[in-house]
């Protein structure tokens, strides 16, 4: 524990459920810590201390490429079996909880496994969360802007590998028909790309007939000839187990953490692959959720994310400058920002339980 670079820890277990919810601040220098709360299934608490501890570094280095003046936070919960009906609504108060007491150093959001209507639950307890939906003054599923600044940060990448951004009749995989994956793939299915998708949930065939797309078993994905990989599920879809099967010209997507391990990205480098770190290319849900933060109006959030692309390729271009990688790269300048960040102090680490 001496070891971590990270603000606060915080692990409670709800009073209403029992459940574990456990809250990672990894940095306030650029602002409050932003994050969104996953709901998932762990095999130990310990499991998900690691996932949040994981995260929230990631969300620090994302607000810190955006621009915003947002530091990095993440809570996970250990769900047990389906949450539903009236247990789940317990659930979110508790949640609710937790974030209160962190007092406005932790804002939280919908992640994998909660939603906008779960945020209207958690605002019952606490004014520090955002993503709520529309009738209660929030913008609702960040999922169709997230997928906006994941296709511009695709074309940045087919500009710098083949020297056209343009996708029609482009070879691209998409790999989770979730939210943001369903909207991308319609997004470049009206760009004119050739799509191939693919979901853990067999069900997700309809959506792929509807989009004209080639499906493939998800544990093929890596496999595809394509010009671009678009992992859109959970992290680690880039491991030591397919880095070497890989059939693509470029990995981009919208998934936290696609790669496994860090290393990977230099062996990505190494068979001329263009990697999109993802905590750019993933920006638009932080960015949305920045926008009714600060209340900005839609127009100005969409310049934002649009401006993903533009910081994509200025990565892409500093990296093939200075022989590195983006991954590297891309940290190197996000840490830069963190460095200059109007002289605030660190604060003391916070560890409680």
């Given amino acids: 524990m001496m070891a971590l670079e990270h ?65 990095g936070g993440k809570c996970v919960i250990c769900a047990e079996g389906e949450i539903a009906g009236g247990r789940r609504r317990e659930l979110m108060l508790d949640l609710g909880d937790a974030v209160g007491e962190l007092e406005g150093r932790y804002i939280t959001a919908e992640d994998v496994g909660t939603s906008s209507a779960d945020m209207a639950l958690v605002a019952e307890r606490t004014e520090h969360v955002v993503g709520l939906p529309a009738e209660l003054g929030g913008r609702g599923d960040p999922g169709p802007l997230t997928a906006r600044g994941v296709e511009a940060a695709i074309r940045a990448c087919l500009a710098h590998r083949y020297g056209d951004p343009d996708p029609a009749r482009r070879r691209v995989c998409v790999v989770g028909l979730g939210h943001v994956g369903l909207d991308l793939s319609e997004r470049l299915a009206a760009a004119g790309a050739e799509l191939t998708v693919t979901d853990i949930d067999p069900d997700r065939r309809q959506d792929a007939r509807r989009l004209g797309a080639r499906w493939v078993h998800a544990d093929r994905a890596a496999e595809v000839q394509c010009d671009v990989l678009a992992p859109c599920a959970l992290g680690g879809a880039v491991h030591d187990g397919n880095v070497e099967a890989l059939r693509c010209g470029i990995v981009c997507g919208s998934a936290n953490n696609v790669l496994a391990d860090d290393t990977l990205a230099e062996r990505l480098h190494s068979r001329e692959i263009v990697y999109a770190p993802d905590f750019i290319a993933n920006a638009g849900g932080l960015i949305n959720v920045y926008g009714e933060l600060h209340g900005l109006d839609q127009h100005r959030v969409d310049e934002l994310v649009d401006g993903i692309g533009p910081v994509v390729e200025a990565v892409l271009a500093e990296a093939a400058r200075r022989g590195d990688t983006p991954l590297g790269t891309a940290r190197t300048l996000a840490r830069e920002r963190l460095g200059h960040a109007g002289g605030r102090d660190r604060a003391p680490a916070r560890l409680s339980a």
Avoid: C, F, Q
């Fill in 7 to 71: 603000e606060e820890l915080h692990v409670r277990r709800g009073e209403r459920t029992g459940l574990y919810v456990i809250i990672a601040v990894h940095s306030t220098r650029l602002g409050p810590a932003l994050g969104g709360a996953r709901l998932w299934h762990y095999t130990t608490p310990g499991d998900g201390v690691a996932d949040a501890l994981r995260l929230a570094s990631a969300m620090t280095l994302k607000a810190a490429a955006a621009g915003l003046d947002l530091g």
